[in-house]
């Protein structure tokens, strides 16, 4: 399993518009795609703009080929991308340790 982390900062003033876009385009765009298996969102307390998206996938390949190299990417960039105030740190990680 792969974590796709995905640091994103939005415009001030627009969280309750950027939270319902970015649950509708997981809900319809991403949840749809092979290898995905689930996602988190949180919200920062100290920075609200700031958020986290969390995207677990089965293989890197699976988001960096199938999903970024798809329709359904430019779908998504079209639901959420208005809202960004830069351009999203996205970086990828593999599980080393894991608590029940």
């Known amino acids: 399993m792969i974590l796709e982390l ?10 309750a518009a950027f939270e319902a876009a970015i ?9 749809g795609t092979q290898g995905f298996q689930g996602y988190k969102v949180n919200r920062c307390i100290e920075s609200p703009e700031r958020y986290l998206l969390q995207v677990f996938w089965d293989t ?15 779908q998504w960039r079209a639901i959420v991308g208005p809202f960004f105030a830069g351009p999203p740190v996205v970086e990828h990680f593999e599980l080393v340790a894991k608590s029940v």
Request: aromatic residues 6%; glycine residues 8%; without cysteine.
């Open 6 to 15: 995905a640091d994103i900062r939005i415009q001030p003033g627009q969280n």
């Open 23 to 31: 649950q509708h385009g997981l809900a319809t765009i991403i949840s």
């Open 60 to 74: 890197l390949e699976d988001h960096t080929v199938g999903f970024r190299q798809s329709d359904a990417f430019t």
